[in-house]
């Protein structure tokens, strides 16, 4: 995100302040629980300007600062609490939850910290293959590839489209990540893999985990059951990330059952919330993960675009790098449904 950008969204988020909005959106809304998701959080490994390439790591002040608004406004609660307040229908004011997505190191050893410090309860959903692999995810790859590869630029083809992306400076590098995410994201699986294999081939060889900064690190197994174990919820994110709109019922089945197999036999617990990768379901997804055993189900879409009641696609907002403190106050209110905003939440990987 540019100076300029910021300088907008934080003069945007002070004028919807001065003009009451979050208080009366607060008034409006919230009955409706309020789940909050964030990524990563670094402790300062990552570049000041890392915001401009990806929003998915925030700062460990800025989440010690969101955290302690969260806690002097709401009541945070597990996750286990929203499921009863939308089952059984007991609205009540002012409740919210706080949960991760991905899996990466640093919820244990800069996220976890803060919120054992503050007494918060959170859960962590965690994709199944990337701690078995230990390797980051695509879109991290794609990320650290056209920011840190020392070639000055990549010819991609895919499907007959063919693009070369300059990497002259920062400017260059941060718009080649943005549009060879979104090139990727919009490709099969099959032709993806191609492609990300071709990118991979020009930018980084075997080392690759070795040489990625550490706030992209995936976690291992023992740290995931050290997280367990000190009471971090843990919860499935699937076996393999996928849309899971887009995969036929088998590989769907699939996804749900395995990876909630798979954890709760590394943990030794019940798995019974699932976050469904890139907030994508259709209307097969809320039935599936109740067949799969899941008690709840986690979108990144946001409440009023689906029914508030239905447990298997609560809605969140997501949290990223970057944000002004004005407007992340204002999104949690919920404040930009009043004025028409805020429609899906704004960070784009999930
Ligand atoms: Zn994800």
């Not at 590839?145 to 070369?164: K, M, N, V």
Request: with cysteine; net charge positive; hydrophobic share 40%.
């Amino acid at each position: 995100m540019s100076a300029w950008q910021n300088a907008r969204l934080a003069g945007g988020a002070a004028v919807m302040r001065a003009m009451g909005l979050p208080r009366i959106a607060r008034r409006r809304y919230d009955w409706y629980p309020l789940v909050v998701t964030y990524h990563g959080v670094h402790d300062g490994s990552l570049a000041d300007d890392h915001a401009r390439f990806s929003t998915k790591h925030v700062g460990v002040d800025e989440f010690r600062r969101q955290l302690e608004w969260l806690r002097r406004h709401y009541e945070i609660v597990p996750l286990s609490e929203i499921e009863s307040i939308l089952r059984e229908g007991r609205w009540r004011r002012g409740v919210a939850a706080i949960t991760f997505d991905d899996g990466y190191e640093n919820n244990l050893t800069v996220a976890w910290p803060v919120l054992k410090a503050l007494g918060l309860p959170a859960t962590l959903f965690v994709t199944v293959e990337v701690v078995d692999r230990r390797r980051p995810y695509d879109h991290d790859r794609i990320e650290l590839s056209l920011r840190y590869a020392s070639a000055r630029r990549i010819d991609l083809e895919a499907g007959g489209a063919r693009r070369t992306f300059e990497l002259c400076d920062d400017a260059t590098r941060a718009a080649a990540v943005y549009a060879a995410k979104a090139w990727y994201a919009s490709l099969p699986a099959d032709k993806a893999a191609r492609w990300l294999d071709q990118l991979m081939a020009q930018c980084w060889q075997d080392d690759f985990v070795d040489r990625c900064p550490v706030a992209y690190r995936p976690l291992t197994w023992p740290q995931v059951r050290r997280l367990s174990d000190e009471g971090f919820e843990i919860g499935s994110h699937t076996l393999s990330h996928p849309h899971l709109a887009r995969v036929d019922d088998a590989r769907l089945r699939r996804e749900l059952t395995e990876s909630r197999a798979v954890l709760e036999a590394k943990l030794g617990r019940p798995v019974l919330r699932v976050s469904y990768p890139y907030g994508s379901v259709d209307a097969r997804t809320p039935r599936a993960a109740a067949e799969a055993g899941y008690a709840s189900g986690y979108t990144t879409r946001t409440w009023w675009t689906t029914d508030p009641r239905d447990a298997y696609r609560v809605a969140r907002i997501s949290v990223g790098a970057g944000q002004p403190f004005g407007l992340f106050v204002v999104a949690m209110t919920r404040a930009l449904q009043l004025v028409g905003l805020g429609g899906r939440s704004a960070s784009s990987s999930s």
